[in-house]
């Protein structure tokens, strides 16, 4: 039996490339996204109420990481990536029907677009259903999950003088929190967990239309070395 579902919105977001999101929602609470409805939901009629509340859940499609062939296993980064564990014991992208969820922070309902903060959804992700937050029934305060029982352990980020000034004036020229984004997603400890880093590597990633470089002087400490415009 198939089913065939359509977006209801398409989220714009800080976030171009899958490298150094958050693994979760709120872990980078400067992570801001517009999500932009699409017709007949942008009317204002489907978000009429929706203004009162704080956060929302976000049922998204992994659409950068669709697969035909359904993985039974996967290798959870948080896991070290080495272990291999069933699909459904983690919250693994790849996954049947691709279906992710977040819930994420509501800062404003405009007519045809919902501002979200502490997103953790790549540029252009077709989001399938939008569903407010529910505090009494959606956070269980007993539950246990060993294998994600706290967010990841976050590791020390500074700047050189010249990175931290360009971030500056690039964040106050796009009117976004760079220099919280930046730091926030960076302390997630973004290169894959087996990879030990020669201190002379440059990673980089592109955060909202700008360019971040930075190093690991050791392998517990980052410095971001450069935030340029995206050539
Ligand atoms: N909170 C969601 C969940 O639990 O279903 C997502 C968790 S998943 C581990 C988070 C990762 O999904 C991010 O680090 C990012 O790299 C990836 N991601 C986000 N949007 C995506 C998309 N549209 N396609 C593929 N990967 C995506």
């Given at each position: 039996m198939q089913h065939c579902v359509t977006p209801v919105g398409i989220m714009r977001s800080?976030?171009?490339?899958?490298?150094?999101?958050?693994?979760?929602?709120?872990?980078?609470?400067?992570?801001r996204g517009v999500l932009e409805l699409l017709p007949p939901f942008n009317t204002g009629e489907a978000v009429a109420?929706?203004?009162?509340?704080?956060h929302v859940w976000l049922l998204f499609l992994f659409h950068q990481a669709l697969e035909d062939t359904p993985r039974l296993k996967v290798r959870p980064?948080?896991?070290?990536?080495n272990k291999r564990v069933g699909v459904f014991a983690t919250r693994a992208?790849?996954?049947?029907?691709g279906i992710g969820q977040s819930v994420v922070r509501l800062d404003a309902v405009e007519p045809g677009r919902l501002l979200l903060s502490g997103i953790d959804l790549l540029d252009g992700t077709p989001v399938l259903d939008i569903k407010p937050y529910v505090p009494y029934a959606d956070s269980v305060p007993s539950a246990v999950n060993p294998?994600?029982?706290?967010?990841p352990a976050a590791i020390e980020v500074d700047w050189s003088e010249q990175a931290l000034q360009q971030a500056h004036d690039h964040g106050k020229r796009l009117s976004e929190p760079l220099v919280a984004l930046i730091e926030q997603c960076l302390a997630q400890d973004p290169?894959?967990?087996?990879q030990v880093p020669p201190a002379e590597r440059v990673y980089g990633v592109k955060f909202w239309d700008v360019q971040v470089r930075w190093q690991y002087p050791t392998p517990e400490r980052i410095r971001v070395t450069e935030v340029s415009p995206d050539a």
């Open positions: 800080c976030f171009k490339e899958k490298f150094a999101i958050p693994r979760q929602p709120h872990l980078a609470p400067a992570a109420g929706l203004e009162q509340v704080s980064p948080r896991l070290g990536g992208t790849h996954r049947p029907n294998m994600a029982s706290a967010a290169r894959p967990a087996y």
